[in-house]
């Protein structure tokens, strides 16, 4: 069964700086992994999809990564704004369940 | 392309009654989902259709939880008698069946207080 697990679960920076969240899957028979944003109470904004194939994708201050063979993946955000404040989800599709499986969550502060 | 739509985006409602949620995918997209999120924790899957089949519901409450989604399109979620415990939002998201390596696309949800 494949388990999604993100760390840390909050994290508070001032604005200007450059961080990474992580996020890591237990079952690396994946299709692809896909970034999500999410605003308080609201839905899923996808922002990045790695197929297996890949190692990375940026899109503007954003770049994630992927090692499927040690079950990982990062998500960097370059000068962090406070706009950029809201939960970051990771999910995997694939694996055994032909499922996607999301994790529990970064919750991003941005101080300005 | 317009995007997953969903109604209502919030309903407060007290325990033992029923409510039901609406979505619209993307048109085209075969695959359609919904998930429950609870505060705190990531978005959990509740059931899958593809075209207007049933593919998994397996983590769908079946004694209270009811799903439908008519002609392959649009798709409802109904609870009743609901429980405090339903309280979360609820995600649709669809994908295209011949593209599903390219990712799901979500609705902005429905954000459901039981009190």
């Known amino acids: 069964k494949q388990e999604v697990t993100q760390i840390p679960a909050a994290l508070s920076v001032p604005e200007g700086e450059n961080l990474v969240l992580n996020c890591s899957f237990t079952?690396?028979?994946?299709?692809?992994l896909q970034w999500f944003r999410q605003d308080p109470g609201k839905g899923l904004t996808s922002l990045l999809l790695?197929?297996?194939?890949?190692r990375e994708q940026t899109s503007g201050r954003l770049n994630a990564s992927l090692d499927k063979s040690s079950g990982r993946s990062t998500l960097y955000i370059a000068a962090s704004q406070p706009g950029d404040s809201a939960t970051y989800l990771c999910?995997?599709?694939?694996?055994?369940?032909?499922?996607?499986?999301f994790g529990t969550g970064t919750l991003l502060a941005v101080q300005p | 392309e317009a995007g997953v739509a969903q109604s209502p985006r919030y309903k407060i409602i007290e325990k033992r009654q029923s409510v039901a949620f609406w979505c619209n995918p993307i048109?085209?997209?075969?695959?359609l989902y919904w998930y429950q999120q609870i505060l705190g924790q990531g978005p959990k899957l509740l059931i899958q259709?593809?075209?207007?089949?049933?593919?998994?519901d397996s983590q769908l409450p079946k004694d209270r939880f009811s799903a439908e989604r008519l002609k392959g399109v649009d798709s409802t979620l109904k609870i009743q008698p609901a429980k405090l415990e339903d309280s979360a939002v609820y995600l649709c998201?669809?994908?295209?069946?011949?593209?599903?390596?390219?990712?799901?696309?979500f609705g902005s949800g429905t954000r459901l207080t039981v009190v």
């Open positions: 998201a669809s994908s295209s069946l011949s593209r599903m390596n390219y990712g799901y696309t």
């Open positions: 079952d690396s028979a994946i299709y692809n």
């Open positions: 790695i197929q297996s194939s890949q």
């Open positions: 999910a995997t599709y694939g694996g055994a369940t032909n499922k996607l499986i």
């Open positions: 048109s085209g997209h075969a695959t």
């Open positions: 259709f593809q075209n207007n089949g049933v593919v998994d």
